[in-house]
């Protein structure tokens, strides 16, 4: 209000402080209550704190203190401690032992006292001396209507900075004072902590603290509102500065020369300056359309207009905005843009580059970025129709009605976990192939809206696929998740298992592949048990180790009186296995003796290995449950017969018993180059040897590309691996998986926001308080701080009240 | 005692006599020496009664509902006065999951017959009170549970026995005398005194529960309700347009159910009265200590409303001599003469029929009206006594629906799993499952568990996992402050870490005086998720299991005490938390740096790279591909996976050797190449000191 008579009396503003116990190294003088009041020099502030004893509390305090001394003498404004001597008690030094307080004296009147814990570090220390002492200068709000009133009255008379704070004595409210004691004269300042009245103001995101331009100077008729600029950068000294340096000056600039040599205020604040084409015949449209662009950008960059005509130097014919930026380095742009919008635009994206680098923690941003490539493949596929019509969708209604009165095959999965609808794919590729041919039902069921069914049939998690077949327990299916060993699964589930055989002509036809001709593609081997018809207990257990096979393997049983021929034919003593590999034309005959259901399926499982396989996708595990080291022939395409005819002679002589040899063909199995890739770094020659120690140390040796791969090199080299005389080209990598990244760390966040709202409390109290009236008050009112009700608000929130009492108290000046 | 001490002697006199005797004792009365024992009695056939009855039955418990009336649910055979149920009976959400259709049905009791939901009894979305009255009956019926009806408990007393399950017998005497030994005792006989506030005058006071429902006979008059519960604004519902004016008194402001999230609350569907108060058609809403009250009736039969203060003084004077309010203070709101003045306050426990050996004592001030219970609804004063039911609110009294049915068949359901391992040895069930189907097995039940979601906040799912955290066990609907003693209750062992499941509101999102409809009151983001205001799901890993103090000191506002590490999944519109990378990713995430492993999963053709060029394989390859149960995938998802740079391109693989760093192959442990920047440090690791 006063702008003259608060200039004079800011020359002379000192800040005090009394102590007794004061030990640490405050550079400010230190003195006795007597000697302070009458050090105190007339119109000069003084921040005093008294202090009776040092405790930890006060040291901490005065370390902040001591540290705010040195900016507040900039603003004129002295620090003193006083020594609260026992003898002559001040009214000022209070009586508790350890009692903090501070004050503010202008000249050697009291303006307000602090709680020590409102002035808990050097920006709330300054925040709160210089909001004290412009309290004229800036106005505290809490309402949109005392905004508006102080709008109307200063329209055509003065310009406002307003800002937002979230609170008292934060950094930010502290560049606001320090913008205020610098512009307070030229422009009015007005503040709030009131959420509410920023609301009202601007769209804008209100997390973080805000200062508006008010241009209310020019308005003259009192209707119009003053026109409102937000500042985009945070709220620090150095940014308010210059925002308010650039709303100083000119809106437009008209020049005439060169635009790589004109330089206006904003180049020299670091923003870059627009320069909008024009010409003379077009002047007045030109004009208008920069004056549009002046206002976008305002307190962005400095917008100049430039009239070819006038223009000594060459411009690129099609240019109309030339963008000068402050760096030094950077080049003049010459743009032809079309749309006004754009200026803003390029300017605004290349401006961001550099903000942008603050957001930029890039691991943040990925966490939110699918690694899990099922989820993402199923979430690609999601827009694909599938020909889901091909299986019967089952419901609560139907499903006990469908599964009993047909063999049905059934799959329970989950719309919403990809790794079920990833095999529904697999599971409608078998529909369709199936399609017409089989007599089981392929059935499905979505347990996201059948989840009782799905409970009910004891499948608490996806995908699942069930076999249901009259006068049967429902049978899992256990098999790889893919088309080829569902199908496989199925066929095999068309003839029971293990079969009976009525004859011994059957059971030629069933060992030589006759009898189920269109089932050899799906089990390379048929078993069969030769049992007396009297080995009941045999029976029983061949019998479930075939239903436990069941869809895997193919076997059959015959036990008919004339069983012996059979046996002797295979010159095998009953109960026997006879084993039927159709694709080598052999029948092998293994003794069952004394065994037990778990021990037959072990038999038929191993048997079913065979001696050198080609490895795949689909049957390594099986390979790898035998915890030997693969020897891996890598091979592009079929495989090499002389190889072949190598490993296998030496296989049968037991020679490779202590690996298990395989070939692996890359144009079957292509993800094997991913696999020499690994071990070689790029894709070798091949055909290619290599021997994979998985399960102790994960060595990889490769047989030396020199040598021809015959018996004796083979087997020199084996045994050399044997004995550690070779070395491997590449040890597997033995880390454990991680989490590939973090993730949220939601309760760190609660804890931030947390003490952001302890450390808001004092200013929430503060804003309760009436600033007004404080305002109204004559600064040199000795009534100034009679109601400090920042102390007795703070007494709803805090229990510590003995020492608050005191501060309502009416102070007086000694 | 009896039966049983007794029958050696009857062991001479040969096989008919023991008959004959038999008989002779079942049919005369029976006499207080020779209790009838039971393992289990049930105090009430109301839905609490009825719904442990059917657990009991189904788990072959030997067991008896003792029920005073001759039907089951009695108290609907009055109450609600104006027979309109406001608990919802949406009968169409568009979904067929059963589960999840029991988040909008508030009325069916939990059974495995769907013919027993409540949707089959009325088509009404509020009921008719008489519908559950059927539903009630038929329930009972259809299942065969044992009810004794007529049956009046008159006293209810213990005796020590060491043999007895809990050391001692709760002995129930019915109003013939006979005596019931009982081993575990769950009362469920609901609310059923009257509230009653005593002052000056309350004698002229009409009750809820004889108050006429005929609109007639309000016509023309001024009436005063006592009261701002769903019954004072039900009762004004059905006479507010016949009044001259209703005026509403109550000790503390309207609490408005829509915002506080508590069903108990006042509901929209009564709250006509706040419309015509708030648009000044003469009623109104008061807010008064109701025991500062008196009530004068003048020589017109008028009732005049006065301070209790003034009748003191005036102790013996004729009414008009009384001092009113309006005496000194001429603009007293309470001025007007009132035709009738009508009692609604609610209902509290009838303490009266156990004796003080029970030791059954009432809540603190905020929940008075109920039996203090601990969190396993067990009484704090009787082992082997159990509240079930709407007297067992005071555990989640104005905060979930432990009151209500569609919350308590929850509780009952979670106190019988409860009795199953204390006494029967029975662990809560559980299903076990290997460590890569943790997230869908969290999903699926965030997306259709009806317990969770109508409890929420009281029961919560637990996960315990097991040694090496390769597999874990999910437990489901546990009493989550409980949580100290999970070990005793479920029978199982948490000793590798355990994740809590539950549904939370956002914390200062309900309140009586909160603006529930404030624009940024949703949050979309899921980095944001912690700022969720809608009911969404909330985990807790623990890597201990917390302790009994830890539960109980637990910060101000916590369900549950600090955790290793906390998840919310955001808030969603339509409750349906299946979004792969909104929902399930960050799930995952979370549940992946708790567990310290990678839990993606991943096609059979990756783990067959992964297992030929690592030692270690991710959980997925291991519990899947290894087995023999790899996904194998079809071609149009491998083309999605290469389109994605997530999965190798077989076509140009061991050509381009430069971008071989960027390949999923790499993705293995230690080196992945999306997050080259500081090693992820997991919850496991490094938060210990929190």
């Given at each position: ?14 800040f005090?402080?009394?102590c007794i ?12 209550p007597?000697?302070?009041?009458s050090t ?20 901490m305090f005065?370390?902040e ?10 603003y ?7 020594n609260c001597v026992?003898e002559e008690?001040?009214?000022?030094c209070?009586?508790e032992?350890?009692l903090?307080?501070a ?10 006292e ?17 909001f ?14 005392d905004?508006q009133n102080?709008?109307n ?6 310009n ?18 320090e ?11 007005v ?24 241009y209310c100077k020019?308005?003259?008729d ?27 000056a000119?809106l ?11 330089s206006?205020v904003?180049l020299q604040?670091?923003?870059?300056l ?10 007045e449209?030109?004009r208008t ?9 305002l ?24 963008i ?7 080049q ?9 919008d ?5 300017l605004?994206?290349t ?7 603050k957001?930029?923690d ?13 989820e993402?493949?199923v ?38 976990q990809?790794?079920?609808?990833a ?13 017409g041919?089989?007599?089981m039902?392929l ?7 059948w ?12 995908p ?13 299916y256990?098999g790889m998740l893919?088309t080829e060993d ?11 298992c ?12 069933y ?11 799906y089990s390379?081997m048929?078993v069969?048990?030769?049992?007396s ?9 061949f019998t ?5 096979l ?18 002797s ?21 293994i003794p069952l ?8 399926v072990?038999?038929i ?13 689909e049957n ?5 449950r ?11 395409g079929?495989?090499d ?27 079957k ?6 696999v020499l ?15 994979v120690?998985l399960h ?7 047989f030396?590309?020199d040598?021809?791969v015959?018996?004796?090199n ?30 949220y ?9 947390a003490?952001e709202?302890l450390?808001?409390k ?6 309760e ?6 305002d ?7 009534s100034a ?18 020492w608050?009492?005191?501060i ?7 | 005692?009896?039966?049983s001490?007794?029958?050696?002697l ?5 096989l008919?006599?023991?008959?004959a ?20 009695c ?15 039955q ?5 067991y ?10 009695s108290?609907f ?8 149920l ?12 059963a589960e999840?259709?029991?988040r909008?049905?508030w009325?069916?009791?939990l ?11 009325s088509d ?11 539903y ?12 004794l009806?007529?049956?009046t ?5 213990v ?10 017998y709760?002995?129930l ?13 769950l009362?469920?006989?609901g609310?059923?005194?009257?509230n009653q ?11 809820y529960?004889?108050?006429s429902?005929d609109?007639?006979?309000?016509e023309g008059?001024?009436?005063l ?8 604004f039900e009762?004004?519902?059905n006479?507010?347009s ?7 008194l ?12 508590y ?5 929209a569907i ?47 004077q ?7 309010p ?18 609604c306050?609610g ?11 029970l ?20 009484s ?5 006594l ?12 104005r905060?979930s629906?432990g009151?209500?049915?569609h ?11 409860l ?11 559980s ?5 890569t189907?943790l ?8 997306n259709?568990?009806?317990g ?25 609907e ?26 939370e ?12 409809f ?9 980095e ?10 909330v985990i ?20 549950l005490?600090?955790?290793?590490a906390l ?9 349906d938390?299946?979004?792969?990378v909104?929902h ?6 979370f549940?992946?740096?708790?567990l310290?492993?990678d839990?993606?999963?991943?096609y059979?053709?990756s ?23 790899g ?21 140009t ?8 760093d960027?390949?999923?192959g790499?993705?293995g442990?230690?080196g ?19």
């Open positions: 209000m006063m702008p003259s008579s608060f200039s004079v009396f800011r020359a002379g503003i000192s005090v402080m009394m116990f004061y030990t640490s190294a405050v550079d400010s003088p230190e003195l006795s007597q000697t302070f009041f105190l020099q007339p119109g000069k502030a003084t921040l005093v704190y008294f202090c009776q004893a040092e405790s930890p509390r006060t040291s005065l370390e203190l001591n540290e705010a001394a040195k900016p507040l003498q900039d004129g404004i002295s620090v003193a401690k006083v026992t008690t001040s009214r000022y209070g009586s032992k350890d903090i307080k004050y503010l004296f202008r000249g050697n009147i009291p303006l307000r602090f709680p020590t814990d409102t002035l808990f570090d050097v920006d709330a220390i300054l925040a709160h001396v210089l004290a002492l412009l309290f004229n200068e800036v106005k505290y709000i809490t309402t949109l209507g905004l102080i709008e009255a200063l329209k055509g008379k003065r406002i900075a307003f800002s937002y704070v979230r609170a008292i004595g934060t950094p930010e409210h502290r560049a606001v004072m913008a205020a004691f610098v512009y307070g004269t030229t422009y009015q300042f503040l709030t902590t009131e959420i509410a009245v920023l609301e009202s103001i601007g769209p804008e995101d209100i997390e973080y603290p805000h200062l508006y331009f008010f020019q308005v003259l009192l209707t119009q509102p003053c026109r409102r600029i937000l500042m985009k950068q945070s709220l620090t000294t150095l940014n308010i500065h210059r925002f308010i340096k650039t709303m100083e000119p437009l600039t008209e020049v005439a020369g060169d635009p790589t040599q004109v206006t904003h604040l670091g923003l870059p627009v320069f909008i084409v024009g010409q003379q015949a077009t002047y449209a030109d359309t920069a004056e549009w662009v002046a206002w976008r950008l307190g962005k960059a400095g917008v100049l207009l430039l009239l070819r005509d006038s223009l000594e130097v060459d411009i690129p014919h099609d240019t109309n905005v030339i000068r930026r402050a760096e030094e380095d950077t003049v742009e010459f743009l032809a843009l079309s749309h006004i754009l200026i803003v635009f390029h605004e994206s401006m961001n580059v550099e903000e942008m680098v957001y930029e890039m691991a943040e941003l990925n966490i939110e970025i699918q690694d899990d490539e099922v993402e493949t979430y690609r596929d999601r827009k694909r129709q599938l020909p889901l019509e091909l299986t019967l969708e089952l419901t609560e209604e139907t499903f006990h009605a469908t599964v009993t009165a047909s063999d049905s095959i059934v799959l329970f999965y989950a719309g919403w990809a790794v079920s609808m095999f529904l794919q697999s599971y409608i590729d078998v529909a369709i192939k199936l399609k041919t089989s007599t039902l059935a499905r069921v979505n347990c996201a809206d989840s009782h069914v799905c409970t009910e049939q004891n499948v608490t998690e996806f699942v696929v069930k076999m249901y077949k009259e006068g049967q327990n429902p049978v899992s256990t893919g569902l199908l496989k699964f199925i066929q095999l589930n068309r003839i029971s293990p079969v009976n055989i009525t004859s011994v002509q059957e059971a030629e036809e060992l030589n592949g006759e009898l189920y001709k269109d089932l050899i593609s390379s048929s069969l048990g030769l049992f018809p009297t080995m009941t207990r045999a029976k029983e257990e479930e180790a075939g239903s436990y069941k869809g895997y393997v193919t076997t059959g049983i015959y036990s008919e009186e004339d069983v012996l021929r059979l046996s034919k295979y010159t095998v003593t009953l109960p026997a296995l006879l084993l039927a590999r159709h694709k080598e034309g052999k029948i092998e005959s003796v004394n065994v037990h259901v778990h021990d037959i072990q038999i499982t191993n048997a079913s290995l065979e001696t050198f396989p080609e490895i795949t996708v390594l595990p099986t390979y790898l035998l915890q030997k080291p693969l020897l891996i022939l890598f091979s592009d079929g495989i017969l002389q190889h072949e005819k190598t490993i296998l002679r030496l296989a049968k002589k037991k020679y490779l018993d202590s690996v298990t040899p395989c070939w692996l063909n890359l144009k199995t292509p993800v094997g180059r991913g890739q690994a071990y070689f770094g790029t894709l070798p020659p091949l055909p290619l040897l290599v021997v120690n102790s140390g994960g060595h990889v040796f490769a030396p590309s040598q021809a015959t018996k004796q083979l087997l020199l080299w084996l045994k050399k691996l044997e004995a550690g005389l070779e070395s491997p080209i590449k040890v597997l990598p033995a880390q454990e998986w991680k989490p590939p990244l973090p993730a760390d939601f309760l760190s966040m609660m804890d931030a926001a003490s709202h450390a808001r004092v200013p929430e109290c503060i804003k308080t009436d600033m007004h009236e404080s109204k008050e004559q600064p040199d009112d000795k701080i009679t109601e400090e009700s920042i102390g007795t608000s703070k007494m709803k929130h805090s229990s510590r009240s003995s608050l009492e005191e309502k108290k009416p102070l007086s000046s000694p | 005692m009896g039966l001490t007794v029958a050696p009857w062991g001479a006199p040969g008919l006599l023991t008959i005797l038999h008989l002779a004792l079942y049919l005369r009365p029976a006499q207080a020496w020779a209790p009838v024992h039971r393992d289990y049930v105090l009430g056939a109301g839905p609490a009664g009825l719904q442990m009855a059917y657990f009991l189904r788990a072959g418990r030997d008896m509902v003792f029920e005073r009336a001759p039907v089951p649910g108290f055979t009055r109450y609600p006065r104006h027979r309109k406001i608990s919802i009976n949406k009968r169409y959400t568009g979904k067929t999951n999840f259709n029991l909008h049905d009325n069916s009791l059974s495995h017959d769907p013919r027993l939901l409540f949707r089959h009894y009404a979305y509020y009921p008719d009170a008489n519908d559950m009255v059927r009630l009956s038929d329930f009972a019926e259809r299942l065969g549970l044992h009810v009806y007529n049956t408990i008159a006293h209810v007393t005796n020590k026995d060491r043999g007895a399950w809990n050391g001692h709760f002995i005497t019915d109003h013939r005398g006979q005596a019931y030994q009982c081993s575990v005792l009362v469920a006989t609310l059923s005194v009257p506030v005593d002052f000056p005058g309350s004698e002229y006071v009409d009750g529960e004889s108050v429902v609109p007639k006979d309000f008059q001024n009436v309700i006592l009261g701002r519960g769903n019954s004072a009762t004004a519902e006479i507010f016949v009044t001259n004016f209703i005026h509403m109550s000790r503390s402001r309207v609490r408005l159910s829509w915002a506080t999230h069903v108990g609350d006042l509901r009564n709250n006509g009265l706040l419309d015509t108060y708030q648009l000044k058609s003469l009623d109104g809403l008061l807010e008064s200590d109701l025991t500062d009250l008196a009530i004068v009736k003048d020589h017109k039969g008028k009732f005049h409303i006065t301070l209790k203060l003034f009748m003191e003084e005036f102790f013996n004729s009414s008009d001599a009384i001092p009113l309006q005496d000194n203070n001429d603009n007293f709101a309470m001025r007007v003469a009132y035709d009738r003045v009508i009692r306050l209902w509290k426990f009838d303490f009266s029929i156990f004796s003080k050996s030791r059954l004592s009432s809540g603190s001030e905020l929940s008075e009206k109920y039996p203090l219970v601990r969190a396993s609804y067990e704090k004063g009787s082992r082997g159990f509240i079930l039911g709407t007297a067992s609110h005071s555990v989640d009294y905060k629906a009151g209500f049915i919350g308590f068949r929850y509780t009952v359901r979670a106190v019988h799993r009795l199953e391992q204390r006494h029967h040895g029975v662990a809560w069930p299903t076990e499952h290997p460590i189907h997230a869908s097995a969290i999903i699926r039940r965030i259709e568990a009806s969770l979601y109508q409890m929420f906040s009281v029961l919560a799912d637990v996960v315990l996992l097991k040694e090496n955290a390769t597999t874990f066990e999910y437990l489901e546990f009493p989550m402050q409980m949580l100290a003693q999970l070990e005793t209750i479920t029978g199982k062992r948490a000793r590798h870490g355990l994740f809590v499941i539950n549904m509101y956002g914390r200062n999102y309900s309140g009586p005086d909160k603006d529930v404030f624009s940024d009151r949703s949050v979309g983001h899921m944001d998720a912690w700022l969720s205001n809608f009911l969404h799901p807790y890993y623990y890597r201990h299991l917390p302790t009994e103090q830890e539960v109980r000191f637990r910060p101000a506002g916590w369900p005490p600090r955790p290793s998840h919310h999944v955001v808030e969603d519109f339509l409750t938390w299946t979004a792969p909104g399930i990713l960050p799930l995952r995430r549940l992946e740096n708790c310290d492993t839990l993606r999963s991943f059979a053709e783990c067959f790279l992964f297992a030929l060029t690592h030692q270690k394989l991710p959980p997925f390859c291991q519990q899947g591909y290894l087995r023999t149960q996904l194998v995938g079809t071609e149009s998802l491998r083309q999605h996976g290469v389109e994605s740079g997530l999965l190798w391109d077989s076509a693989m061991g050509q381009n050797q430069g971008a071989s960027q390949r999923p790499d993705h442990p230690g992945h190449p999306l997050a080259p920047g500081p090693p992820v440090s997991p919850f496991n690791s490094n938060k210990e000191e929190l």
